[in-house]
């Protein structure tokens, strides 16, 4: 059975940071690209980040300006995602997902397994 489950989450202030993490079981983790996703109330699903599967190649939401990382360690079988200079605008429930291949996709329907969500809320 896959799982992914996001830590991570929570209440900062505009200006500060948090550190998500995704943990994966299930899956042969080192193959497979994986991807952030957020969702604000009201809002559609949108992209946030992905990182190939070895973690060579990223991508970003334009949104995102350089405050954000993405990062793998394959070893533990975690994904990761820095965020800095947060702004209100960055509340949300963050998704991580796994897609069935080892290329960046940066839709939802480029993902195959999903976890449940953690909350991230930026207070101005």
């Known amino acids: 059975q896959v799982r992914l489950l996001e830590t991570g989450g929570g209440y900062v202030q505009a200006g500060g940071s948090l550190r998500l993490s995704c943990a994966i079981s299930?899956?042969?983790?080192?193959?497979?690209?994986m991807g952030w996703f957020r969702q604000a109330p009201g809002k559609e699903r949108e992209f946030v980040a992905a990182i190939d599967w070895n973690g060579d190649n990223t991508d970003y939401a334009d949104f995102v300006e350089g405050r954000f990382t993405i990062s793998r360690d394959n070893a533990k079988l975690a994904m990761y995602l820095q965020m800095n200079n947060m702004k209100p605008e960055d509340t949300a429930v963050y998704y991580c997902?796994?897609?069935?291949?080892?290329?960046?996709?940066?839709?939802?329907?480029?993902?195959?397994?999903w976890g449940q969500g953690t909350q991230v809320t930026v207070s101005s």
């Open positions: 997902a796994s897609r069935n291949g080892g290329r960046i996709g940066t839709r939802s329907q480029d993902y195959v397994y």
């Open positions: 299930g899956i042969t983790f080192s193959i497979y690209a």
